[in-house]
């Protein structure tokens, strides 16, 4: 059996199992995303680890699933930056930059102490802190897009935090990793050239997406090329990612968060959702929800391991909806905003997962506490689309926003 039939049969149970785990949960009122990390869960080692049947013999198949989950993420991610005005995100400001903060310092405090309190050094300690610190708020957006209300003060406040919480996330790693290096003054020359490259990214890539997005789109519509704008703001995407990543030091959500909320100020902004919307939610975000089930194997958790698992879910929502929902008190909104915020920004998703794998590789945390890592974001994960779910009450969400945007399921 080819490497290619393979992956054929493998998507045809992942995207159809991840639609029909999206239809029941939406038949029980639940956020169709719900329904597709569960369906992960089922399909992943934890109970059926169906890519390990004899009929999948290809090693690679489970990398190949990943890049197109990958590929998911930011195809979210663009989706909801194009449905943000960027005058709403900039009125967020100041609700964002201490939601965002305050989301990064409790999680790193609370995180370091629970290290601490199950026998790890301060260094382990420490980067546990800093793995709970991150946010991965697509589960929170897809859930905002099914419920109608991303354009909310809320849905607005807890994309702009995140934007901060990424920033200071990611900073905070290239620090921990510069002072480790046995040259101290090199480490804090490393620093700064982080925050400079940082810096860099964002005008470059902001002056881009103002200035020549505009034009280009309305250029690209004009020309005899089929779908050639979809296929433009694709490339886009990509681009933005890769340099997000490897001159912004950046997520390359950000970067594919960035290029949404720049062409949400074209012409062709119906267009554009309409065309990715159809490539994002009929493919690759599917795959993205059922990947995350699929990189979690409960099995693995046992004893000491298990414990430290739950007692990180509990430090992980506590911490973040605590330091997030106070800095958006502190911002002006109202407790009820602040817990809503607070609890969008739950989910640890690939953010928490990729600083997770950075601590493996440089033998800053053990196989075991990694295996708890990733129950604590596939569990934080689950629980923020049915928290968000019970927050909004269903006759408060066409006031909120009655703008249509299109559902996992």
Same mark, same amino acid.
């Given at each position: 059996? /080819?490497?290619?039939?393979?992956?054929?049969?493998? #998507?045809?149970?992942?995207?159809?199992?991840?639609?029909?785990?999206?239809?029941?949960?939406?038949?029980?009122?639940?956020?169709?995303?719900?329904?597709?990390?569960?369906?992960?869960?089922?399909?992943?080692?934890?109970?059926?680890?169906? #890519?390990?049947?004899?009929?999948?013999?290809?090693?690679?198949?489970?990398?190949?699933?990943?890049?197109?989950?990958?590929?998911?993420?930011?195809?979210?991610?663009?989706?909801?930056?194009?449905?943000?005005?960027?005058?709403?995100?900039?009125?967020?400001?100041?609700?964002?930059?201490?939601?965002?903060?305050?989301?990064?310092?409790?999680?790193?405090?609370?995180?370091?102490?629970?290290?601490?309190?199950?026998?790890?050094?301060?260094? %382990?300690? #420490?980067?546990?802190?800093?793995?709970?610190?991150?946010? %991965?708020?697509?589960?929170?957006?897809?859930?905002?897009?099914?419920?109608? *209300?991303?354009?909310?003060?809320?849905?607005?406040?807890?994309?702009?935090?995140?934007?901060?919480?990424?920033?200071?996330?990611?900073?905070?790693? %290239?620090?921990?990793?510069?002072?480790?290096?046995?040259?101290?003054?090199?480490?804090?020359?490393?620093?700064?050239?982080?925050?400079?490259?940082?810096?860099?990214?964002?005008?470059?890539?902001?002056? #881009?997406?103002?200035?020549?997005?505009?034009?280009?789109?309305?250029?690209?519509?004009?020309?005899?090329?089929?779908?050639?704008?979809?296929?433009?703001?694709?490339?886009?995407?990509?681009?933005?990612?890769? /340099?997000?990543?490897?001159?912004?030091?950046?997520?390359?959500?950000?970067? @594919?968060?960035?290029?949404?909320?720049?062409?949400?100020?074209?012409?062709?902004?119906?267009?554009?959702?309409?065309?990715?919307?159809?490539?994002?939610?009929?493919?690759?975000?599917?795959?993205?929800?059922?990947?995350?089930?699929?990189?979690?194997?409960?099995?693995?958790?046992?004893?000491?391991?298990?414990?430290?698992?739950?007692?990180? *879910?509990?430090?992980?929502?506590?911490?973040?909806?605590?330091?997030?929902?106070?800095?958006?008190?502190?911002?002006?909104?109202?407790?009820?905003? @602040?817990?809503?915020?607070?609890?969008?920004?739950?989910?640890?998703?690939?953010?928490?997962?990729?600083?997770?794998?950075?601590?493996?590789?440089?033998?800053?945390?053990?196989?075991?506490?990694?295996?708890?890592?990733?129950?604590?974001?596939?569990?934080?994960?689950?629980?923020?689309?049915?928290?968000?779910?019970?927050?909004?009450?269903?006759?408060?969400? *066409?006031?909120?926003?009655?703008?249509? /945007?299109?559902?996992?399921?």
């Amino acid at each position: 059996m /080819t490497s290619f039939l393979q992956l054929a049969i493998a #998507l045809t149970i992942i995207i159809s199992a991840a639609k029909l785990g999206g239809y029941l949960s939406y038949r029980i009122g639940q956020p169709s995303v719900l329904g597709e990390l569960m369906v992960g869960i089922i399909l992943g080692p934890s109970v059926m680890n169906f #890519l390990n049947f004899p009929y999948f013999m290809d090693e690679h198949l489970p990398e190949v699933i990943h890049q197109m989950a990958e590929m998911g993420v930011l195809l979210l991610m663009f989706l909801a930056g194009l449905d943000l005005h960027l005058s709403d995100l900039l009125k967020s400001g100041k609700v964002a930059a201490l939601a965002g903060s305050l989301g990064v310092v409790l999680p790193l405090a609370l995180g370091t102490g629970t290290g601490l309190l199950f026998s790890m050094n301060a260094q %382990s300690s #420490l980067f546990v802190g800093l793995i709970l610190s991150a946010t %991965s708020v697509s589960i929170s957006a897809q859930t905002l897009m099914e419920l109608k *209300v991303l354009r909310s003060r809320v849905g607005i406040g807890l994309l702009g935090a995140a934007v901060f919480d990424d920033i200071l996330v990611l900073l905070g790693l %290239s620090i921990f990793t510069a002072l480790m290096q046995p040259a101290l003054g090199s480490g804090f020359i490393s620093i700064l050239w982080i925050v400079v490259k940082m810096i860099f990214f964002l005008g470059v890539a902001s002056l #881009l997406g103002w200035w020549i997005f505009p034009r280009l789109s309305r250029l690209i519509t004009s020309l005899p090329i089929s779908q050639g704008l979809i296929a433009f703001a694709f490339v886009i995407i990509l681009f933005y990612g890769w /340099t997000a990543e490897t001159i912004g030091q950046m997520a390359a959500i950000t970067g @594919a968060f960035l290029a949404g909320l720049w062409f949400g100020r074209t012409t062709e902004k119906k267009r554009l959702h309409s065309g990715i919307a159809t490539i994002a939610y009929g493919v690759f975000v599917p795959v993205f929800f059922i990947n995350i089930g699929l990189s979690a194997n409960a099995r693995e958790l046992t004893g000491e391991s298990g414990l430290l698992m739950l007692v990180l *879910v509990l430090v992980a929502v506590i911490s973040k909806v605590l330091g997030s929902g106070s800095g958006a008190l502190l911002g002006g909104f109202t407790r009820r905003e @602040a817990l809503q915020l607070g609890v969008g920004m739950i989910s640890r998703g690939e953010v928490g997962l990729i600083i997770a794998a950075v601590g493996i590789e440089e033998g800053l945390i053990q196989p075991s506490v990694f295996s708890a890592i990733v129950g604590v974001v596939i569990l934080t994960t689950v629980i923020t689309p049915i928290l968000l779910k019970v927050l909004y009450p269903k006759s408060k969400k *066409v006031q909120i926003n009655t703008q249509n /945007t299109p559902g996992g399921a």
